[in-house]
């Protein structure tokens, strides 16, 4: 027991199922339940950015993605609009998603290597143009996804959301990158010491590039599923994620200082903040005070955190 308290990542999964207990003892079981379903669909999606996001921070203090709103809002418009609810165009519009990714990913890099920008700034800065193509694109309209793929997105197996069960494939091959190949041991590494790492041979520029493009791709994938779910894509689909993707990776047990990395939490960091906001609702409490109480506990996780490292 005393080993597993010192988990990193038990603290997450010990919060998701308190909030769990008290939701199901003020609504019974049948609304806990039931707020458990909506918390695997939606938590998928906060999963999937927030593993680009943990690659990123695990590179070491200052590395962050702010653009991953502005990313999700772009690919899914953009693929959306190519689309246009034809079920036939779905590899091609996916294709198109991926591309946004890589572009974001490139473009980000290329601005934080060549003009030295702060990963914190260029990422920010980046995203308004993003944001400002994605309202170019399509006027502030709502666009649709195909039939197809708003079925695919919300299809269960055996009462488990699909996408749900891809997610959980993807974050165990992440582990595996993370943990297994030289590219997930030269990220830990670079997060630990980057000036060691570069001394032992680690490419260290091309292992940074590699994994903000990772981040923006695995963003841009989420948003064109996000669209088929949701019903469409809006301008303002990827708001909810930017914080959010910091405050899953931080209360999922990833280093905020970099070099450690918890995939395992990531989930457990996703249900707790979804069902802790349901829980919030369930209690009656103003928007204004979710909000607050929301943020205050996001704040103290990362202060705690990073004393810890």
């Known amino acids: ?49 927030a593993i680009g996001q943990m ?88 666009v649709k996804p195909p039939e197809l793929l708003g079925d695919f997105a919300i299809a269960k197996v055996l009462g488990v959301p699909f996408l749900t069960l891809a997610a959980l494939v993807l974050t165990v091959a992440m582990a595996f990158l993370l943990h297994r190949t030289r590219f ?18 680690v490419r260290v520029e091309r292992v940074r590039f590699v994994t903000y493009v990772m981040c923006a791709v695995l963003a841009a994938i989420c948003g064109f599923f996000l669209a088929g779910f949701s019903g469409g894509a809006a301008l303002n689909m990827g708001e909810q994620y930017l914080l959010m ?10 280093s905020v200082a970099g070099g450690f990395a918890n995939l395992t939490g990531l989930w457990g960091a996703s249900l707790f903040m979804f069902l802790l906001v349901s829980m919030l609702n369930t209690l009656g409490l103003s928007a204004g005070f979710r909000l607050i109480f929301t943020g205050a506990i996001i704040v103290v996780v990362i202060v705690i955190s990073g004393r810890k490292a």
């Open 184 to 201: 997930g041991l030269s990220v830990l590494s670079i997060g630990q010491n980057q000036k060691a790492a570069k001394l032992a041979g």
């Open 55 to 142: 690659f990123v921070i695990t590179l070491g203090p200052g590395n962050v993605d702010l653009s991953i709103p502005a990313g999700m809002t772009l690919s899914a418009t953009l693929a959306m609009k190519f689309m246009n609810g034809d079920p036939s165009l779905l590899l091609p519009g996916l294709l198109i998603s991926l591309g946004v990714g890589l572009m974001i990913g490139t473009l980000n890099f290329l601005l934080i290597l060549l003009l030295r920008i702060p990963p914190i700034i260029a990422t920010l800065s980046a995203s308004f143009l993003y944001q400002s193509t994605a309202i170019w694109s399509n006027r502030g309209l709502r």
């Open 1 to 49: 027991m005393t080993a597993l308290v010192q988990k990193p990542w038990i603290w997450a999964w010990i919060g998701a199922v308190s909030m769990w207990l008290i939701i199901t003892a003020v609504s019974g079981i049948g609304a806990g339940a039931e707020v458990m379903s909506a918390a695997a669909s939606f938590g998928t999606f906060f999963v999937i950015v």
């Open 245 to 254: 993707s910091i405050a899953v990776v931080v209360i999922g047990g990833t």
